[in-house]
T-cell receptor, first 114, second 112 residues
Framework: NAGVMQNPRHLVRRRGQEARLRCSPM?????VYWYRQLPEEGLKFMVY????????ESGMPKERFSAEFPKEGPSILRIQQVVRGDSAAYFC????????????FGSGTRLTVV | KQEVTQIPAALSVPEGENLVLNCSFT??????LQWFRQDPGKGLTSLLL?????REQTSGRLNASLDKSSGRSTLYIAASQPGDSATYLC???????????FGKGTHLIIQP
């Protein structure tokens, strides 16, 4: 089991471009969570998805940010028209969501907006 | 709204010492509490998961306790080693929020 796979590990975008971050959950995990870690701050919940459904997006900015978890393929966090303030580490976690098995995190994508 | 606080924010101790990291949370209606380790520029490694019905969990030199009613958890590290240097994060599931609510972490340095 390869664990939670995130790519790319590092992503550099110019202001105004789009950023696409990918996350493949652990095998057997159908619940995916995205978190953002800003410099000197804790991890903040962004969005919770199951296959083809957004369950809770209360932590995600209303504009420019979107997330999906299609029936086939990885979960995608998409940031349109990036700004300098979007520079952060974005982490994905997956869970089987049964019997409190806890969460497994990926290594993260570090986004730098220049 | 669930809030998680970790004390101290930073800690530096000589190698070999036993130490305690503290975590408190405001809403005791949690499903579980999880301790993670994060090395600089890296992802999160799960250390211990304590279910809400449990009082403690142990793994090697690590012991985590949970007092759900008072909203507190401690992570005890025995015989600390330089390789233990990292940021330790406490996170709770439940308390009115989806996913995990994290504290800001304790940045630990073990001096050789």
């Amino acid at each position: 089991n390869a664990g939670v796979m995130q790519n790319p590990r590092h992503l550099v975008r110019r202001r105004g471009q789009e950023a696409r971050l990918r996350c493949s959950p652990m095998k057997g995990h159908s619940h995916v969570y995205w978190y953002r870690q800003l410099p000197e701050e804790g991890l903040k919940f962004m969005v919770y998805l199951q296959k083809e459904n957004i369950i809770d997006e209360s932590g995600m900015p209303k504009e420019r940010f979107s997330a999906e978890f299609p029936k086939e393929g990885p979960s995608i966090l998409r940031i349109q028209q990036v700004v300098r303030g979007d520079s952060a580490a974005y982490f994905c976690a997956s869970s089987p969501r049964t019997a409190n098995y806890g969460y497994t995190f990926g290594s993260g994508t570090r986004l730098t907006v220049v | 709204k669930q809030e998680v606080t970790q004390i101290p924010a930073a800690l530096s101790v000589p190698e070999g010492e036993n130490l305690v990291l503290n975590c408190s949370f405001t809403d005791s209606a949690i499903y579980n509490l999880q301790w993670f380790r994060q090395d600089p520029g890296k992802g999160l490694t799960s250390l211990l998961l304590i279910q809400s019905s449990q009082r403690e969990q142990t793994s090697g030199r690590l012991n985590a306790s949970l007092d759900k009613s008072s909203g507190r958890s401690t992570l005890y590290i025995a015989a600390s080693q330089p390789g233990d240097s990292a940021t330790y994060l406490c996170a709770v599931e439940g308390g009115g929020a989806d996913g995990l609510t994290f504290g800001k972490g304790t940045h630990l340095i073990i001096q050789p």
